[in-house]
């Protein structure tokens, strides 16, 4: 998939990229893309890129009591930063996962699950971000996730 850095990224993009660039498995889990923020509110100094992802619960993605995975949520919050990396690039750009640490906080059962992916530093060859993790059903953090991918030659 080629498209230029600084064109346009808007969620039309970004949903085409989730279709037909993530494996199937992943497209299995039938997320959405929610919002993108790549454009720096004046009155927001500490503000980051990143975007909002939605994974709306399915017994399928539940464990034995009807906990949502941990597996699943690992698989949401590292899209969810693929994404928003990929929206402050304004563009799309092959990369890899390097690291992935996630801090689960609680269990999430009978909800959707929203991804807040913020992209922490933006490099030429690394770049870095954390993701929390909420239960769309009280808007309470269910996972903390900070990771670091391999930015890819295009």
């Known amino acids: 998939m080629q498209m230029q850095p600084d064109a346009e990224f808007g969620l039309p993009d970004a949903r085409r990229i989730l279709a037909e660039v993530f494996a199937p498995w992943v497209q299995d889990?039938?997320?959405?893309?929610?919002?993108?923020?790549?454009?720096?509110?004046?009155?927001?100094?500490?503000?980051?890129?990143?975007?909002?992802?939605?994974?709306?619960?399915?017994?399928?993605?539940?464990?034995?009591?009807?906990?949502?995975?941990?597996?699943?949520?690992?698989?949401?919050?590292?899209t969810a930063m693929v994404?928003?990396?990929?929206?402050?690039?304004?563009?799309?750009?092959?990369?890899?996962?390097?690291?992935?640490?996630t801090h689960f906080m609680r269990a999430v059962s009978s909800s959707d699950v929203i991804a807040d992916a913020r992209v922490v530093r933006l490099g030429r060859t690394m770049s870095f971000g954390r993701v929390t993790l909420l239960s769309a059903a009280d808007n309470k953090p269910v996972a903390m996730v900070s990771s670091a991918f391999a930015m890819l030659p295009g």
């Open 29 to 78: 889990l039938d997320l959405t893309v929610e919002r993108l923020e790549h454009a720096q509110p004046a009155d927001a100094p500490d503000w980051q890129p990143g975007a909002l992802l939605r994974m709306p619960f399915s017994e399928r993605l539940c464990r034995n009591g009807g906990i949502v995975c941990g597996q699943a949520l690992m698989a949401l919050a590292d």
């Open 83 to 101: 994404i928003a990396i990929l929206a402050a690039n304004r563009g799309y750009r092959p990369m890899t996962t390097v690291d992935q640490t």
